[in-house]
């Protein structure tokens, strides 16, 4: 079975996505038994060199042209930002595509319409990618901790802002180049204000908060503080008590039932665990009545560690007879995942 893929996007998730497409192709079809097959990747600039090897004739600069080909049945959307990315993922849902995208500022925002849009074709939308880059965090609390009460979500959900606190820190780098080196490592977002103001940070942990509470949490309801105003004497005197300041996003049930989420530079002891966690390293905890405490670690951004989440999800979506039923974070529903031909 060869499932014709379309990407929206080529720049560092994208590109690394599509080398491995292109690269591990047979890999990747001996192991899932998917013939994954690149057939049109949109991209801004026709001329710009990219990291796979295509035919000239599978780049276009037509997004649209790309969602509406007959000759697609899945959409891959790393475009990131609102628009047009949200237009595009609309369109596909709408004629019958799943879609698999690691657009955390379009699920938080517009989750709930892509879910209904998705539900009303009978197809899935895809974004495990969205928080944690290559940790599996979000299928595990949309399905497998499905009957789990949750009492909390909390965690480092940034890897650009992690990684230049840890710079500051141990190597009493300036906050200035950790975040230039992070740009150059392809942690950071296209523009890096989102990642030091937390508005990144705040996405991703209204993603976390809507799936693990079962409502939805917008992202402007997550109180939000980036680390911009963290300077060098902060981390050194958090240092000297023997602390490490991170910037955590965490939401709980308050006692008036609402939830509480937040995102916010915090002093954490040496001996917390999330105070070893370094560099671009995401760790997310999610705390239950039954289970207990988890604990998710692993590369919360760049190329590779996010292509390898988003290959997850478009397996899943191109696998027939594996339905995979991942609920909304917007509205509760289990949904078959039917891939149209
Ligand atoms: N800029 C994001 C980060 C990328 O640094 O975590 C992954 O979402």
Redesign the pocket.
């Known amino acids: 079975m060869t499932v014709r893929v379309g990407v929206l996007g080529a720049g560092t998730v994208g590109g690394a996505l599509i080398t491995r497409l292109v690269a591990d192709r047979d890999a990747i079809r001996l192991k899932s038994g998917v013939d994954l097959e690149v057939r049109k990747v949109a991209v801004r600039d026709l001329g710009k060199e990219r990291p796979f090897n295509l035919p000239e004739d599978r780049l276009t600069d037509d997004s649209l042209a790309v969602v509406t080909d007959p000759a697609i049945d899945v959409i891959v959307e790393v475009i990131g930002g609102l628009e047009p990315a949200g237009d595009l993922v609309l369109a596909a849902l709408r004629s019958g595509k799943p879609v698999v995208t690691a657009n955390?500022e379009l699920i938080a925002t517009r989750g709930q319409e892509i879910t209904e849009a998705a539900k009303r074709t009978g197809v899935s939308v895809m974004y495990e990618a969205a928080v944690g880059?290559g940790i599996p965090v979000i299928r595990p609390l949309a399905e497998s901790l499905s009957g789990e009460d949750i009492d909390v979500v909390s965690g480092i959900v940034?890897?650009?802002t992690n990684y230049i606190l840890t710079a500051m820190a141990k190597e009493g780098r300036a906050y200035e180049d950790a975040l230039t080196e992070a740009q150059r490592l392809g942690?950071?977002?296209a523009d890096p204000g989102d990642?030091v103001s937390g508005r990144?940070a705040a996405f991703k942990t209204s993603i976390l908060a809507s799936l693990a509470f079962g409502e939805r949490v917008a992202p402007w309801e997550v109180e939000t503080e980036g680390i911009e105003n963290v300077t060098a004497e902060d981390v050194a005197a958090a240092s000297a008590r023997g602390e490490v300041i991170k910037l955590i996003g965490s939401a709980r049930r308050g006692v008036d039932g609402r939830v509480e989420a937040r995102v916010e530079p915090s002093s954490l002891p040496a001996d917390h665990p999330l105070a070893g966690v370094s560099g671009v390293t995401n760790a997310i905890f999610i705390e239950g009545p039954s289970v207990g405490r988890l604990l998710f670690t692993g590369p919360?951004?760049g190329g590779q560690a996010?292509a390898s989440a988003m290959l997850g999800d478009l397996i899943q979506v191109a696998s027939r007879g594996r339905a995979p039923r991942v609920r909304s974070a917007h509205d509760g529903t289990p949904r078959r995942q039917v891939l149209h031909r």
């Open positions: 955390k880059g940034n890897g650009t942690y950071a977002e990642d990144d919360g951004a996010t």
